[in-house]
C-alpha cells in the first residue's frame, strides 16, 4: 500500500500537479517520517507562477499538518521546502505562511535558510539586494548579513558594471545599513573598488562611504589603506 501511494505522490507532483500534497493529512498515519520527500528530491518549480501555487497549496494543506509531524520529520520537512524556493518572493511566504517557528526549529533550518538566501540574491542588482534585505525577519538578518555584504561586494568588484540610478541610491543605502553589520576591512574593500569604478555617478558617493569610515570606530593607524585609496 506504502509503495503504491508513493508512486501515485511522486506521478502527481512530477506532472506539476499538487493533488499529491493531500498525503500530509494521513502522513501521521501511512508515512510518519515523510519518507515519500526522498522520492520527490529532484522536484524543481521553474515556473514562478507554478512556485506560487505551490505554496498557496502548501499553505492550505501543509500548514495545518504540522502539528502532527515529529520535530525531526518536520526539519527534514521544512529544509526540502526551503530548497524547493528559488526566489526570495516564495522564500519569504513560505517562511511567514507556511512553516511553524520556535527558536529550536529556527536553529535547526538557519544554516539551509541561509544558503538558499545565497543562492537566492546571487543574481540580482543591488535595488532588489536592498529590498530583499528590508525584508527579512528581524530575528534573522545578523545570521544573513555577511551573505549579504558578500553579494554588495561582488557588485562592486567589477569597475565596467553599468549602474542606474536605482541600484547606485540603493548600494549607498546597504552601505549605510549598520544592520548589516559593516566589518572594518569591509569598508575599506568597498571604498577601494567605489574609487575605481569608471561610473561617474557611482565615483560620487566615495565621499559618503568615507565620511561614514571617519564617524565610525574603525581604525586604519597602522596600514593606513585610506590614505592610499583616496590618492
Not at 507532483?13 to 493531500?22: E, G, P, V
Not at 528530491?41 to 514562478?48: D, G, H, P, T
Request: aromatic residues 12%; negative net charge.
Amino acid at each position: 500500500m506504502y509503495t503504491a501511494i508513493t508512486s501515485l505522490v511522486q506521478n502527481n507532483a512530477f506532472q506539476m500537479k499538487f493533488d499529491w500534497l493531500i498525503i500530509f493529512t494521513i502522513a501521521s498515519e501511512v508515512d510518519p517520517n515523510c519518507n515519500f520527500i526522498e522520492h520527490l528530491r529532484a522536484l524543481k518549480y521553474s515556473n514562478e507562477n507554478l512556485l506560487a501555487k505551490f505554496i498557496k497549496e502548501a499553505e492550505m494543506i501543509i500548514r495545518p499538518s504540522i502539528n502532527s509531524i515529529e520535530f525531526e520529520t518536520y526539519v527534514k520537512l521544512a529544509k526540502w521546502l526551503i530548497q524547493l524556493c528559488h526566489n526570495m518572493d516564495s522564500l519569504f511566504k513560505l517562511w511567514d505562511d507556511v512553516l511553524l517557528h520556535n527558536n529550536m526549529f529556527d536553529e535547526r533550518v538557519s544554516k539551509c535558510f541561509a544558503e538558499r538566501v545565497r543562492a537566492n540574491i546571487s543574481r540580482g542588482e543591488a535595488v532588489a539586494l536592498e529590498y530583499h534585505f528590508k525584508r527579512l525577519p528581524k530575528d534573522y538578518r545578523d545570521r544573513v548579513s555577511e551573505i549579504f555584504r558578500d553579494q554588495v561586494i561582488f557588485l562592486l568588484e567589477s569597475p565596467n558594471r553599468k549602474w542606474t540610478y536605482e541600484n547606485i541610491n540603493a548600494i549607498k543605502k546597504l552601505l549605510h545599513d549598520n544592520s548589516l553589520n559593516w566589518r572594518r576591512d569591509d569598508v575599506i574593500q568597498s571604498l577601494e573598488l567605489i574609487s575605481q569604478s569608471h561610473t561617474l555617478e557611482l565615483l560620487n558617493i566615495f565621499p559618503e562611504i568615507l565620511d561614514d569610515w571617519f564617524h565610525s570606530d574603525f581604525s586604519d593607524t597602522k596600514e593606513k589603506k585610506i590614505p592610499k585609496i583616496c590618492v
